[in-house]
C-alpha cells in the first residue's frame, strides 16, 4: 500500500519530522515502513494495517507542529504503541469507510487502556445512554448524582480513542460550582481550575495508568479545560465531553456546541436539580434540551434514581429530596427539565 501526505513548511515542518528527521526514522523502525520526504510530501509505502498506523501517528505530529507543541521522543513512541488499535480496529472491521457507526457491543463491555479492564453497564438506563453516546454525534444526558453520566462517557471516550476512531480526547467543565467563584480562590489559574476538573481526572485515572493520562495530556491527546476556554476552537476527530453542564449560560452551552467539527462525537452531561448558577433558569443544559429536542441525529439519555450504582444511600437521599420537594409543591429543577422535554408532544 502506498500514500502520500503533505508536509507543512518551515518551523512546522522541523517540528514534524524531528531534527535530523529523527521522527520519521522512529516510525520506519516501529512500523516497519517506508517513508520518503520529497517536494513537499511524505510518501508512505508498506503493509497496509503498518502505512495507516504510520498515517494516523504523523497526523498526530502535523498537529502538535501547528499547534507549536512538536512532541517529544517518549510522547511519539506512546503514539506507535497507541496505533496498534487503530490496526485491531482496521483488521476487526471497526473503521469502516462508508460512515456507518462503530458496532461496540455494550454488554460486552468498552475496553479502555488498564489491561483485563472492560467498563459495562450496570443497568438498563445506563445501557441505553452508552448505546446512545455509540450511535449519535452528539447526546445529552441528565440525571442524579451516582448514574455514572460523567465516568461512562469518559469510558467511551477512551474506548475510541484506544480504537483509533478519535485522536484526541476534550474534556470540558464549567469552573463554577457550590456558590463559588474562581476569583475567590487562592493560588495560580491552573491551582484553581484543577479542583473542578477533578472528577474527569479520577475517571481517566480508572481506565489507565497514571503515567499515561500524564503523557498523553502533555502531548495533547487528552485536553481537560475549563469551558471558557473553549470559545474559538473547532475541533474535528475528537471525542468532546461537557461535564457539569447545568452550571452553563445559554450563550456558553450554544459556544461550546458550535465547537463540533468533522470525524468528533459531543457528549453533554448534567445534574438539573444541582445548578449553581445564581438563577437556575438560566441554565443552559435547560434550555438546549428544550431548544433541540427535535433536531434529527441528537440523542437524549434521562438517568433516574433506578440507574445510581453509587453507595445505596445515595439513592435513598435523592428520593428523599425528591419528595420533600414534592411536598412542598415546589417544583424542582428536575422537573423543569421533564417538562422543557415533553412540552409540545
Avoid at 123 to 131: A, E, I, K, S, V
Avoid at 231 to 247: F, H, P, V, W
Amino acid at each position: 500500500m502506498e500514500l502520500t501526505i503533505a508536509l507543512p513548511q518551515g518551523a512546522e515542518r522541523f517540528a514534524m519530522t524531528g531534527a535530523g528527521e529523527i521522527n520519521l526514522k522512529l516510525i520506519r523502525e516501529a512500523l516497519d515502513v517506508r517513508i520518503t520526504s520529497r517536494e513537499g510530501e511524505l510518501k508512505l509505502s508498506g503493509e497496509s494495517d503498518a502505512v495507516g498506523r504510520a498515517a494516523h501517528v504523523l497526523n498526530q505530529l502535523a498537529d502538535a507542529a501547528k499547534r507549536q507543541k512538536p512532541l517529544k521522543r517518549q510522547h511519539l513512541l506512546e503514539l506507535i504503541t497507541m496505533s496498534e488499535q487503530l490496526q485491531q480496529t482496521t483488521r476487526n472491521g471497526m473503521a469502516q469507510t462508508d460512515g456507518s457507526r462503530d458496532p461496540i457491543n455494550v454488554d460486552v463491555g468498552l475496553s479502555v487502556y488498564l489491561r483485563d479492564r472492560r467498563i459495562k453497564p450496570a443497568t438498563p438506563g445506563q445501557r441505553t445512554y452508552l448505546q446512545a453516546i455509540l450511535d449519535h454525534d452528539l447526546t445529552f444526558c441528565c440525571g442524579p448524582a451516582g448514574t455514572g453520566k460523567t465516568y461512562l462517557a469518559v469510558a467511551a471516550a477512551v474506548s475510541l480513542l484506544k480504537r483509533g476512531i478519535v485522536r484526541k480526547l476534550v474534556l470540558v467543565r464549567p469552573a463554577v460550582e457550590a456558590g463559588e467563584r474562581l476569583g475567590f480562590l487562592p493560588g495560580t489559574m491552573q491551582e484553581k481550575v484543577n479542583p473542578y476538573l477533578r472528577p474527569l481526572l479520577d475517571g481517566l485515572h480508572d481506565m489507565m495508568e497514571f503515567d499515561q493520562v500524564a503523557r498523553l495530556m502533555a502531548s495533547d491527546v487528552i485536553e481537560i479545560v475549563p469551558l471558557a476556554f473553549m470559545r474559538g476552537r473547532t475541533l474535528n476527530d475528537s471525542m468532546i465531553i461537557l461535564d457539569e453542564a447545568q452550571n452553563t449560560t445559554r450563550s456558553q452551552m450554544m459556544m461550546f456546541l458550535t465547537r463540533l467539527g468533522h470525524g468528533s462525537k459531543m457528549v453533554v452531561t448534567g445534574d438539573t436539580s444541582q445548578t449553581d448558577l445564581d438563577d437556575p433558569r438560566d441554565s443552559g443544559l435547560v434550555d438546549a434540551v428544550f431548544r433541540l429536542r427535535y433536531t434529527r441525529g441528537i440523542a437524549f439519555a434521562t438517568l433516574d434514581k433506578h440507574d445510581i450504582v453509587r453507595h445505596s444511600l445515595v439513592q435513598r437521599i435523592v428520593e428523599a429530596y425528591d419528595k420533600t420537594d414534592k411536598n412542598r409543591q415546589r417544583p424542582n429543577k428536575s422537573s423543569n427539565y421533564d417538562e422543557n422535554v415533553n412540552s409540545d408532544r
